[in-house]
């Protein structure tokens, strides 16, 4: 099974540097829009047997055009759901550290496992991505599934590479999932593969 993995695109909430973005549900910018319609064009020659998106809006929105395209429905998931921050919500990383530098600083000590108030950890979001999955690989067997595309956000592709690739929290939180970037994993019997990781040179395409 082959999953196409790409982050929502742009929102107003992206251009202000809100960096924990999960309770805002604003609708893609213009240019989000072209984002959605540019990975779509990047997918379009792929059989795509189902896809998944978050219960956010932006996810819906950049799922639309290639679920238009090739007459696929939309199946929302909240295991694909941005992470709750909590009393982060809606904060850049400056607010955040400034707001409530405590929290900052027990969270920077084990960010996998700190979970924060009112919120959820890294761990918290790799369990229901896992069961996400787990679902999924069985269902995918019993249809003869084989290419999944699914929209979701920035810490559910960060943490699926710790979790599912064992990266390590640095080395997930150095790579960048820009708006609408494409991650591809193929998920085997004995692991999980990357094939690629945050893509987004297609977005710069005319």
């Not at 805002?24 to 989000?32: C, R, V, Y």
């Not at 920077?108 to 999924?136: H, M, T, W």
């Not at 019993?142 to 960060?158: M, S």
Request: aromatic share 10%.
């Amino acid at each position: 099974m082959r999953l196409y993995l790409a982050r929502h695109a742009e929102t107003a909430s992206n251009i202000k540097g809100i960096n924990f973005n999960d309770k805002d549900d604003k609708p893609l910018t213009e240019n989000g829009i072209r984002q959605a319609n540019k990975l779509t064009k990047k997918l379009a020659d792929l059989e795509i047997d189902q896809i998944f998106v978050s219960e956010s809006k932006r996810s819906y929105q950049t799922a639309l055009p290639f679920s238009k395209l090739n007459c696929l429905a939309l199946q929302k998931d909240k295991r694909l759901n941005e992470a709750d921050f909590g009393v982060f919500s809606g904060l850049t990383l400056q607010e955040a550290e400034s707001k409530y530098p405590e929290i900052w600083r027990e969270r920077l000590k084990d960010k996998y496992n700190f979970r924060i108030p009112e919120g959820e950890s890294y761990r918290d979001v790799a369990r229901r991505l896992d069961s996400f999955f787990q679902e999924l690989k069985q269902t995918a067997k019993k249809q003869k599934l084989k290419n999944i595309l699914i929209i979701t956000h920035a810490t559910p592709l960060k943490v699926s590479l710790i979790h599912f690739l064992g990266y390590s929290i640095a080395e997930a939180d150095a790579i960048y999932f820009g708006n609408a970037s494409l991650s591809i994993f193929d998920f085997r019997e004995m692991g999980v593969k990357a094939i690629a990781i945050a893509e987004a040179d297609y977005l710069t395409n005319k």
